[in-house]
């Protein structure tokens, strides 16, 4: 049982260049999370989804965008990246809000912008 | 919007020791959830509390959700070389964006053999 898998492990990317992150997830979740983490500032959410099809803004969304097609993919993209977006990004799903198990994490990807 | 103020920011310990860490909050919660991060990876969902008053363990591991609904803490007993890493605590309310996790900005602990 996999979990949550994020690709890439790590990137680095030139200013204005584009990206996209891919979390999957193998448990049947229906939510599924995007944070980033930054030395000092914790986990920041930057989008979610509550299910296939739906997506909604977290506490840092400017500057990315996602998609949630399929219910286990959850997609992270950068279109014009800057060096502010430099960070350490998390994908996470649960079964539900206030599930007793939490939510569940991938290992991150590490991304850098020049 | 809600924020979380973990305490200490780090910790430096020699192994037997018992740790103690603890999150505070303006608002009040329905969950808190405490999580470790070790190197390289995301974070582990170690103990979840729904109920003011609840105290949990879970092995050498006990968190306590405050009274008031607006604060929690963790300890640790008998620290070992693995605890290592970054504990962060979360507070979560339901429904809508309420329902997302708010974290603490963590609290890294490290132990000396």
């Known amino acids: 049982n996999a979990g949550v898998t994020q690709t890439p492990k790590f990137r680095v990317l030139k200013t204005g260049q584009s990206m996209t992150l891919l979390c999957a997830q193998d448990m049947n979740h229906e939510y599924m999370y995007w944070y980033r983490q930054d030395p000092g500032m914790g986990l920041r959410l930057i989008h979610y989804?509550?299910?296939?099809?739906?997506?909604a803004k977290g506490e840092v969304p400017d500057g990315y965008n996602v998609s949630r097609l399929k219910k286990q993919n959850f997609l992270l993209g950068l279109e014009s990246a800057a060096p502010s977006q430099t960070s350490v990004y998390f994908c996470a799903s649960s079964y539900r809000q206030g599930a007793m198990d939490g939510q569940y994490f991938g290992a991150g990807t590490r991304l850098s912008v020049l | 919007g809600q924020q979380l103020n973990q305490s200490p920011q780090s910790m430096f310990i020699q192994e037997g020791e018992d740790v103690s860490m603890n999150c505070t909050s303006s608002?009040?919660?329905?969950?808190w959830l405490w999580y470790k991060q070790e190197p390289g990876e995301g974070p582990v969902l170690l103990i979840a509390l729904y109920k003011a008053g609840e105290l949990t363990s879970n092995g050498r591991l006990t968190a306590q959700f405050g009274i008031t609904r607006k604060d929690s803490f963790l300890n640790i007993s008998a620290s070992i070389p693995s605890d290592v890493g970054i504990y962060f605590c979360a507070g979560q309310n339901y429904g809508g964006s309420q329902g997302n996790l708010i974290f603490g900005k963590g609290t890294k602990l490290s132990v000396k053999p």
């Open positions: 608002s009040i919660f329905n969950t």
């Open positions: 989804s509550v299910g296939e099809g739906t997506t």
